[in-house]
Every structure is written in C-alpha cells, then in structure tokens.
C-alpha cells in the first residue's frame, strides 16, 4: 500500500509559480507511475500530467503544455509539478495520485492510491 501526502500549494497571483510535491510512503515508489489531478468547485476531477515509472516518459494536458512541469525523485519517493505562469482557471485542489499500470495513464479509474489534495489558487 502507499500513502500519498500532497504539499505546495497556496496562494499566487497571475503569472506567479508554485511547486507541488507529493511524497509517498513505502519502499515501491519506483514501481508506479504517478499523475496529477485536480478539481474545481463543481467540476469534475481533471487530469494535469502524469510521469512513468523511472520518470522518461511524462503527458500533459493541453492547456499545461509548456507551463507546468512533472518530475520525480525515486530516491525521495516524491513527485513534482512545477507550475509556472499560473492562471485563475489554474484555481483548484490539486491531488497526484499512483498507478501500477505500465505507461502513462490519463483516465482518473487507472489509479489506485491518491492524496488528500492541496488547494491552489491563483488571483487575477
């Protein structure tokens, strides 16, 4: 089992960066992929980026392409999303989430364990 505890978020006005991390327990980190997630207020929960196992193949959704960044430490069992750019609409709890599937995965169902979330929001 792996418990994931999500941290970084906060307040940022439009244009600024954030740093989400994402730290997982147990000794198997290196065995999923991971993603991030988020979910504004009367939205449904929406796929960000995902990053495989060793970390050589990462996804993006469109409108994060080229503003945020996925990456992971295996030897800290922590996964990252460097957000840059930030836009109101950016505004949401943002959860990363563990998959044991081998490639990439999009699809919320794919993923076994998640966090707690953090909440980002971003002013105008």
Not at 33 to 55: D, L, N, Y
Not at 59 to 69: C, E, H, L, P
Not at 110 to 120: E, F, R
């Amino acid at each position: 089992q792996v418990q994931l505890v999500e941290s970084g978020g906060g307040l940022v006005q439009t244009g600024g960066s954030l740093r989400l991390s994402c730290a997982a327990s147990g000794r198997t980190f290196s065995s999923y992929a991971m993603g991030w997630f988020r979910q504004a207020p009367g939205k449904e929960r929406e796929f960000v980026a995902a990053i495989s196992k060793r970390g050589s193949n990462t996804d993006y959704q469109d409108s994060v392409k080229g503003r945020f960044t996925i990456s992971r430490d295996n030897a800290k069992n922590t996964v990252y999303l460097q957000m840059n750019s930030l836009k109101p609409e950016d505004t949401a709890v943002y959860y990363c989430a563990a998959t044991s599937r081998t490639s990439v995965v999009r699809s919320p169902v794919g993923y076994v364990y998640w966090g707690q979330g953090t909440q980002v929001t971003v002013s105008s």
